[in-house]
Structures are given as structure tokens and as C-alpha cells.
């Protein structure tokens, strides 16, 4: 007894500060001092509020990518950028500009999202195709869903209650988005934690024979996250409409690699059953930042893109190395 | 055992498939002049697709690679400019191409394997530091190149097209690799990491080999695009990091790792390139061309993967 607690490695002092999603806070932190220290003002509060709100857009991709990841064998879901354009479009061209038509459109969003999403989730599970592969083929299709929709020619307007939503302040200066976004986080954040959903969920993503032998309905469940994923991205899309007020073709590509690397900034495991949504917003939070400190400091292009990219492997040095083969 | 000894039947196979549906839309298809610019228009996805082979079968992924060709590209360009454009110089910037490929190719497998970090996310990281130092390097499209340049890659070389020669040796090259220890030991490393470090396989180096072999591959790909436009594009490698994985996937390479090769790739990427033939010569009203493609190149996927898996 006594040899085995002395062979105990020895706890560290501050366990919490070794975590991702501290160090993805405590980052996001510290970028913003250095943005206020080099251009006054960066870090002012409707700045702040302004660089949240950016960061919602992705932290809700991202929350989708979440799922998925952690329901493992190498989850992933390439697709979002077409959801997220699908869900802008669909919500455009059912709302055409009227408040009466906001329920409908929202209906239809995650009607059709979240099919294309349980279509990925099919491929997936009864296909067996790796979700690399099944999404990014997904991600074709929808591109050329959208070419057929639009002709070429993007239409559709957003209603005058969803950009009041999205962009009017509902108390202290905090646009509607913020207190959406925080309840979509809180809501995953408890089924994800204190619900029988979430343990079957991690239970999927550690060991899935185990999840099957313990009752979880693993095809369903993992179809469910894909689902679940498409729906996310759909919403998002129908937010985006509220905040850019028309439609652009292609509006959800930039958001398919950083919301995967949002999700693994904020310390959820690729490997799937391990990680948390609050880790995804912290990462979300500091990919958002980082892109508008580099933005701010007038650096061109080029240097922004050079700073970014190898910000993102010093991040991955910082917590992202995997076991040694000889462990 | 056919198969499983040579996982690019399958690929062929369907290609052939392709080819003759391609036919039937396009009966001059078969005539030299028009396979020829078919040939010259898929060649660098063709070698693209299969670098990024190379980095898939010891089970790691490179999302750079869109962004070492176009470093690449306006780096030669860049440097037949400064050179002076004579005929040493020409083979200098070739060289110095091959090397910055090669580099940042191993750069990602120091990353990924010596430093242990998620190939996915890594090379997503160094590919947006490569496309910002492609950027730096040319701000905007243009540069030339001396007129002999695209000439000679369009043109013949001892009677036989230059494009032809360049993939015929990168064919050669693959199947001389494949009847080598490292080619197993690619396959061994994608296959089973643990045992292949058990049984003594220098794991670590195998896979920043890998990773070097893709980069020399885009740096060829490069080469050729600036054959092909004679001008330099900082943007112009992004659409191939995807495509590339498609097309190996398509010619049964498992993304897990472990099995397929880079003669399947060449097949994908030719089909991927078929699929646009045909589907832009089947007279298909234009609002319908990309989404029958993108459910023909899903389909073509799933079967991809479900003969890598057998």
C-alpha cells in the first residue's frame, strides 16, 4: 500500500492551469491586453461584445463538430460549410424579408439540415465510410444543391425581427446573439454532462462495443450526432442571415477547418470521448481574437496569415502532443 | 489475393468505366490532340494525389499540401526571374522548387512525427504559414517565365510528349518505391504503428519520409502548373488538398492507413478528372452540372472505400 501511493506521480500544483480550456481563456486574456497595450481600444467593452459576437458564428459550427468528435472513430464533419450556406439560403428565400415567415424558416433550416446531417450520419454508421470521406462528399453535393437553388444568383432577405435579434442590443449594450449562444451552450453543456444522452455519448466515443453491450443504441445515437451536427450548422446559417441581412453562396466555407480547430484548441480529443462544449467556446473565443488582433495591427496579409498559422502550432506544442509509441 | 496484392485494379477498373461513359459523350475523346490535353489538365492532381498517398498510408493526413504548391510555384518563378532566365538558371529554380517542397513537406513530419501533434490540425497550421510565405512572396498572380519554359512542357521530348515522359517516371518512380523496404515499411507503420515500432521499424523517420515524398510530389505538380499557365498564383494551390484526398480515396486508398498506393491514386485522380469531362459534355442544364457531380463523386467515394476495405 504505502509503495504504491509513493509510486504515485506527484499531483501538480495547479492542475486547473495545465488544462486547455484555461490555457485557451487565459490566452484569449492575454491577446486582448496585447491588443489594448498596441492599439488602445481593442479590448473596450462594445469591442469585446463586437468580437464575441464574430466568435458565436463559429463556437455554434463548432458545437455540431463537437458531437461528432466525441462520438469517435474519427468523427468529423467536413459538410458544415455547406449547412451552414444551405441554412442562410433556405432561411432567405422562406423569410423573403417577412416577420410572419421567422418560425417557418427556422423550421425549415433544421428540417433540411438536419436530414442532410442524419444522410452523413447513414454513410457513416450503416455504410461504414470514414466521416472524412462521407462529409466531404456530402460537402460536393450541397455546393451543387446550392448552384441548382440559386442558378447562380443568390436571393432571399432576412426578416427585420431576426436582424433586430441578432444585431440590437437587449440589455447593457449585448446583442440578441450573445444570450442565444449562451443558452445553446448551456443546454449542450447539461445533456452533455448530467444527462443519460451525454454519458451514452462519451461511452460512444471511448468504446463503442462497451456502449453497445451497455445498452446505447449506437447506430442511432451516432446517426443522432450527425443529425445533430447538420441542424447546428443550419442554425447557424439562419443566424448568419440576421447578421449579414442577405444571402451569399459559399458564406459557411470559411467556418469548415476552424471549427475543428476550435474544437481541439478547447482540449476535445480527435480520437473522440473526451472534451467538452465550454472548451470549444474558449477555443472559438481565441481563434476569433487572435484573427482580429492580427487584423488590427495593420500587419499585411501575408505576415497575418504566417503569425496565424504558427500561433496554431505553438497552441499544439503547448498541450496537442499524442503518447510516445514507446509509453 | 489479386486485390489484395494490387489494390489499383479496382480503380482501374472503374476508370475504364468512366472512360467509355466519357466516350459516349464525347466520341473524339481517343484522338491524341485531346487525350493529350486531357492528360496535361489532370497531371497535377494525378501527382498531387499521389504524395499525399505516401503521407495517408503511414496513417497521417496532409491538409498543406494545397499550400506547398503554390509556395512553390511562386517561389520558382520568383527565383527564374532573379536568376537571370538563362538555361542554368532554369534548372537552378527547378532544384531549388524540388528542395522547398521537399522542406516543408518535412517540416510537417517533424511536426507531426517527432513532436507528436495531430496531423490534421498540424498541417492545417503549417499550410496556412506556407500559403502566408507564398503570399509574401507574391502578393498578387503574375511573374513569367521565359517563353521556352511552356514550350518545352507542352512539346515533345525524343518523340514523345514532355507530360508523358513526366508521368511514366512518376509511375516508375512509385513502382521501383513500392519493391523497396521503405515502401513495406510505409505499409507496415500505416498499419499498425505499435507493432511496427515493436518489431524495430524506425517509425519516427518513416513518416517524415513520407511527408518529404508528398512535398517533392506537389513541387512536381508545381513545375507543371507553371508549365501549363507560365505565370505564378500564390492562391492557386488550395483546391488541391482536398481533391487530392478524394482522388486517393477513389483509387482504394484506406484513409485509416495501412493498405492502397499510389497507382490507385493516379487512377482517382483520373476519374475525378473523367467525371468532369463527362459531365460537362453530357449537355446537362447548367443549375444541375455540380450537383449530379457532387452525388457521382460521393458514390464513387463510398465504393472507393468499401474495395479498400473488402
Known sequence: MIGLTASLPTAPRFPWARHPISIAFLLSILLLGVGETLSPGFAAPGQILSLLTVAAFLGLVAAGQTLVILGGREGIDLSVGGTVSLGALIAGNLMQGSDAMLLPALLGVILVCGIIGAINGLGVTLVRLPPLVMTLGMYGVIQGLLVLLTRGRPSGKAAPLLLDLITAPVFAGIPGLLPVWALIAALLTLILTRTSLGYAIYALGSNELAARFAGVPTVALRIGLYAGSGILGGITGFLLLGYTGTVFVGVGDQYVLPSIIAVVIGGTSLAGGAGSYLGTVAGAILLTILQSLLTTLAIDPAGRQMIFGATLLVLMLLYGRRQALRG | ?310
Open chain 2, 1 to 310: 489475393m489479386i486485390l489484395y496484392r494490387r489494390p489499383w485494379v479496382a480503380a482501374l477498373a472503374v476508370t475504364l468505366l468512366l472512360l467509355l461513359a466519357n466516350l459516349a459523350v464525347q466520341p473524339s475523346l481517343f484522338k491524341p490532340a485531346i487525350m493529350l490535353s486531357n492528360l496535361s489538365s489532370w497531371l497535377p492532381l494525378i501527382l498531387v494525389a499521389m504524395g499525399q498517398t505516401y503521407v495517408v498510408l503511414s496513417g497521417d493526413i496532409d491538409l498543406s499540401i494545397g499550400a506547398i504548391i503554390s509556395l512553390v510555384n511562386v517561389s520558382v518563378v520568383s527565383l527564374i526571374g532573379a536568376f537571370g532566365g538563362g538555361d542554368g538558371a532554369l534548372l537552378l529554380a527547378i532544384v531549388c522548387g524540388f528542395a522547398i517542397g521537399i522542406g516543408a513537406g518535412a517540416i510537417n513530419g517533424v511536426f507531426v512525427a517527432a513532436l507528436r501533434l495531430q496531423p490534421i490540425v498540424t498541417t492545417f497550421g503549417t499550410g496556412i504559414l506556407f500559403a502566408g510565405l507564398a503570399l509574401a512572396i507574391m502578393p498578387d498572380a503574375g511573374g513569367t517565365v521565359p517563353d521556352r519554359v511552356f514550350e518545352t512542357y507542352a512539346g515533345p521530348l525524343l518523340g514523345v510528349p514532355v507530360i508523358l515522359w513526366i508521368l511514366s517516371l512518376a509511375v516508375l518512380f512509385v513502382i521501383a518505391l513500392g519493391r523497396t523496404r521503405f515502401g513495406l515499411r510505409a505499409l507496415a507503420v500505416g498499419g499498425d504503428a505499435q507493432a511496427a515500432f515493436q518489431t524495430g521499424l524506425p517509425v519516427t523517420r518513416v513518416r517524415i519520409l513520407n511527408y518529404g515524398l508528398a512535398g517533392g510530389f506537389a513541387a512536381l505538380a508545381a513545375l507543371c502548373l507553371i508549365g501549363e499557365t507560365a505565370t505564378g498564383d500564390p492562391l492557386l494551390g488550395g483546391s488541391y488538398t482536398l481533391s487530392s484526398i478524394s482522388a486517393l480515396v477513389l483509387g482504394g486508398t484506406a484513409l485509416s492507413g495501412g493498405t492502397g498506393g499510389a497507382i490507385g491514386s493516379l487512377f482517382g485522380a483520373m476519374s475525378l478528372g473523367i467525371i468532369n469531362n463527362v459531365i460537362f459534355f453530357a449537355r446537362l442544364p447548367f443549375e444541375l452540372q455540380s450537383l449530379i457531380q457532387g452525388i457521382i463523386v460521393l458514390a464513387a467515394l463510398a465504393v472507393g472505400t468499401l474495395v479498400a476495405r473488402r
